[in-house]
């Protein structure tokens, strides 16, 4: 899987779902999550994270990142698991997924861009 996924055209008025898995492990996660402006850029912190989801509605028109930022504190796998709701509950797309490893003081990076329909 690469660092940097992307959702092109994401329904307006759908839901991005994050989570991070295990719980209990030897890291930290937070996502630096940014907009084109229709919400205020915000932190999510490892809290919200994991075990999520963490949930975000998308507007029409607009673009959104999310940059992962992972620190191990030992050795760990973390997978970063998103998709995308629709408002009836059905998914779009297909979900990304990154399994992550790492070893005491590493530090790992992964990006998700999401667009919505014009």
């Given amino acids: 899987m690469r660092t940097i996924e ?3 055209n994401a329904p307006n008025g759908s ?4 989570r991070v898995t295990p719980k209990g492990e030897p890291f930290t996660v937070n ?3 940014s907009t084109s402006g229709d ?3 915000a932190t999510w912190p490892d809290a919200d994270l994991r075990p ?3 949930k975000q509605v998308l507007s029409h028109g607009k673009a959104y990142m999310a940059e992962f930022k992972l620190a191990f504190m030992g050795q760990a796998t973390a997978t970063i698991a ?3 709701r629709k408002k009836n ?3 779009y797309s297909t979900p990304k997924v990154w399994e992550v490893a790492g070893d005491k003081g590493d530090t790992e990076l ?6 919505t329909e014009a």
């Fill in 82 to 84: 998103t998709q995308i």
């Fill in 52 to 54: 999520g989801p963490k």
């Fill in 39 to 41: 919400v205020p850029d």
């Fill in 31 to 33: 996502a630096q999550f």
């Fill in 110 to 115: 992964r990006v998700l861009i999401v667009r």
């Fill in 89 to 91: 509950g059905d998914l």
């Fill in 15 to 18: 839901t991005l779902e994050v």
């Fill in 6 to 8: 992307m959702y092109e």
